[in-house]
Each structure stands twice: as structure tokens, then as C-alpha cells.
């Protein structure tokens, strides 16, 4: 499974961004597609995900400002899937290098794609 994430930037405290992450590859195999932060100095961070069924986590940080979506609730092998993050009313605690994921049932961190900053000024 190969996941090519974009989207991020610089934005002030209270604007949106938009971020994408395309998957593909054995996409049968996935369970979920999730976004995770790393803000600087600090772990990684689950912030929302999308199971197979359309079943969306967020975290409470991010309850009622970010939404997670998929093009399509099917994951087929040899098929392409989008994952998107919209961030609404940023705030500077939102800066952190984003990440997607996409998780197996055996394996929650199965696959990662590359990370894209988002910085929010106050």
C-alpha cells in the first residue's frame, strides 16, 4: 500500500486547509485510513480515521473542527482511494507535521505516507 499525502501550509489561526492523502495498492487489505500529528517535541498523535464502513474517530481536540472523508467506502486491490482531512477554525496548537495512515486488522500502523506541515500563526 503506497499513501501520498498533500495539503499542507502555512495558515493563520482561525482559517482552513485541506489535506489529501492518496492510497493505493492492496487496498483489500485495509481496515481504516487515519490522519495522525506530530507536533514539535512531542509523540505522534491519532487526530481522525475513517474505518472501511464509514465509521469516523476523531479526537477531542479536533471534535467539531476537522472532518475525515474518503472518495468511496469500497478499498479494492489495484484501485485508488482518497482520504482528506478538513481543518476548519485552526489554532496554533493545530501545528504539527500531518501524517495518514492506513491500518490492517492486525496491524493499526500497517503503512504511512510522508508527512506534510501544517503551521498555524496566531
Known amino acids: 500500500v503506497q499513501l501520498q499525502a498533500s495539503g499542507g501550509g502555512l495558515v493563520q489561526a482561525g482559517g482552513s486547509l485541506n489535506l489529501s492523502c492518496s492510497a493505493s495498492g492492496s487496498l483489500s487489505s485495509i481496515n481504516g485510513l487515519a490522519w495522525y500529528r506530530q507536533p514539535p517535541g512531542k509523540l505522534r498523535e491519532v487526530v481522525a480515521s475513517?474505518?472501511?464502513?464509514?465509521?469516523?474517530?476523531?479526537?477531542?481536540?479536533?471534535k467539531g473542527r476537522f472532518t475525515v472523508s474518503t472518495d468511496s467506502a469500497i478499498f479494492n486491490d489495484n484501485a485508488k482511494n482518497t482520504v482528506y482531512l478538513q481543518m476548519n477554525s485552526l489554532v496554533p496548537e493545530d501545528t504539527a507535521v500531518y501524517y495518514c495512515?492506513?491500518?490492517?486488522?492486525?496491524?493499526?500502523?500497517?503503512?504511512w505516507g510522508q508527512g506534510t506541515q501544517v503551521t498555524v500563526s496566531s
Open positions: 475513517i474505518t472501511r464502513g464509514g465509521r469516523r474517530y476523531y479526537a477531542d481536540s479536533v
Open positions: 495512515n492506513a491500518g490492517t486488522t492486525a496491524n493499526l500502523y500497517a503503512y
